[in-house]
């Protein structure tokens, strides 16, 4: 937090109590120099008194205060510091006595807020981390029916883990983390539909609400697989058209293609990680009409399990805190490929 209070002119009319050489309080007192006229006609004794009065003053064991003229450092008579300074710093900015202040600035580099400025000022992005840590605890919430337009799902599942007990919660999370910082250095307005603040869920309905209010130019939700040992690689998926109750897909489908195709060429080659080996035909792309999360999103979005958590050369990759950094990448770079057109 920044303090804003007078500029060091300012402060130079008021004084510290615990300041040597100045009074307890109040304003600075200038004096006079004073000059006494001696007439002729007054007694000695007189003359000698006022004097003493003028010489002395009110306090006989107190010196004199010298104060500094208007504008004079408050320093010692060398320059230097008195003890009090050096012990009670001032909160104000120090400035030279003989030169005007100069602006102050910031050497470091000043981190892009969200919305700020950069390439992707002006677009949304919903990041969606698949699953929610807290889901263990709460079964029978995220187990109860809801309705994605041509079926009726579990709210939300658990997700899967690697043998060691990685979670795919944990996962999803942290590469959303790092996904989000990426995309607001580019000025992106950012916003995660669960960031390890709620108990448990969003639903997958609540999951796409949040992408359609949020009139997201892009949404992704991020995954990872539990399939066979043997199978690894990445895919991502894509919304099929669907028109049915609450879900129409028609008017994303062609653009949530061109945002997965972009996200799976970047992915390959930031992260290296190959297309998989047992969805897609070797495309790294997979197409489905039974995920809440796409058939209820009204913005182009997609899905991407990002490896096989069950794989013994997959898992190596997903628990690497490095490789979940060049994910975050790739991600980002197809996301920003795909908003700039």
């Known amino acids: 937090m920044s303090y804003v209070g007078p500029e060091p002119d300012d402060f130079d009319d008021f004084y510290r109590d615990d300041d040597p050489g100045r009074g307890s309080g109040g304003r600075r007192f200038r004096g006079r120099p004073v000059l006494?006229?001696?007439?002729?006609?007054?007694?000695t004794a007189l003359a000698g008194w006022l004097v003493w009065q003028v010489v002395s003053g009110p306090g006989e064991s107190e010196p004199p205060k010298v104060l500094p003229a208007p504008g004079q450092s408050s320093t010692s008579p060398a320059g230097t510091p008195s003890d009090a300074d050096a012990k009670a710093p001032s909160p104000f900015p120090s400035k030279s006595a003989t030169s005007p202040?100069?602006?102050?600035?910031?050497?470091?580099?000043?981190k892009p807020a969200a919305g700020g400025s950069g390439p992707l000022k002006g677009k949304v992005v919903v990041i969606d981390p698949g699953h929610n840590p807290g889901n263990f605890?709460?079964?029978?919430?995220?187990?109860?029916?809801?309705?994605v337009g041509n079926a009726t799902k579990e709210c939300d599942t658990t997700g899967t883990s690697s043998n060691a007990?990685?979670?795919e919660a944990q996962f999803t999370l942290d590469v959303s983390r790092r996904l989000r910082t990426?995309?607001?250095q580019q000025g992106a307005t950012v916003k995660l539909t669960q960031n390890g603040d709620r108990a448990w869920g969003p639903c997958v309905t609540e999951r796409a609400a949040i992408g359609n209010q949020a009139r997201a130019d892009a949404a992704i939700s991020v995954h990872a697989d539990g399939s066979a040992?043997?199978?690894?690689g990445f895919h991502v998926i894509l919304p099929a058209s669907v028109h049915a109750g609450a879900a129409d897909t028609r008017p994303i489908v062609a653009s949530s293609r061109d945002l997965g195709e972009r996200i799976a060429g970047k992915f390959i080659q930031v992260t290296g990680q190959p297309p998989s080996n047992y969805i897609g035909g070797g495309t790294g792309l997979d197409t489905r009409s039974d995920l809440g999360g796409l058939n209820l999103s009204t913005v182009p979005k997609v899905f991407i399990e990002c490896g096989?958590?069950?794989d013994t050369q997959d898992v190596n990759r997903l628990t690497s805190g490095t490789w979940r950094q060049k994910a975050a990448q790739g991600?980002?770079?197809?996301?920003?490929?795909f908003l700039r057109g």
Do not use: C, W
Request: proline residues 6%; aromatic residues 4%.
């Open 137 to 147: 605890q709460h079964t029978a919430d995220i187990n109860r029916q809801v309705n």
């Open 165 to 167: 007990g990685y979670t």
């Open 101 to 110: 202040a100069a602006p102050t600035t910031s050497k470091a580099p000043s």
């Open 36 to 43: 006494v006229t001696f007439a002729a006609l007054v007694p």
């Open 229 to 232: 040992a043997g199978n690894r």
């Open 331 to 337: 991600l980002s770079e197809g996301i920003v490929s």
């Open 182 to 184: 990426l995309l607001e």
């Open 308 to 310: 096989n958590m069950r």
